[in-house]
């Protein structure tokens, strides 16, 4: 098992950047994949960015060219650079771990990403 702390959210102008930082804890970190998801109050949670142990990275098409995730296997962290923000990206941001292409039902605290003037 493995928990997970988000940080790095925080109000960003349209076309502005940010970077969120997922520090984890537990020794199953270097075996298993990470995500990043977010989700707006009263709305279902999506998928934003997922990679895998070795470093392959998948996007969802909304944020394609514009987000990249990386992770540290030594330090157990993964980021998620966020560029050319926009005001349809506020949502809450959350970290888990990916097992068989499911997500970990338990999600932490998550950290707001808003957008806007």
């Known amino acids: 098992q493995v928990d997970v702390v988000e940080s790095g959210g925080g109000l960003v102008q349209p076309g502005g950047s940010l970077t969120l930082l997922c520090a984890a804890s537990g020794s199953s970190f270097r075996i298993s994949a990470m995500g990043w998801y977010r989700q707006v109050p009263g709305k279902q949670r999506e998928m934003v960015a997922e990679i895998l142990i070795a470093g392959k990275a998948t996007y969802a098409d909304s944020v394609k060219g514009r987000f990249i995730i990386s992770r540290d296997n030594d330090k157990s962290t993964v980021t998620l650079e966020m560029n050319s923000l926009k005001p349809e990206d506020t949502a809450i941001y959350y970290c888990?771990?990916?097992?068989?292409?499911?997500?970990?039902?338990?999600w932490g605290p998550g950290t707001q990403v808003t957008v806007s003037y």
């Open positions: 888990n771990t990916v097992h068989g292409s499911q997500v970990n039902n338990n």
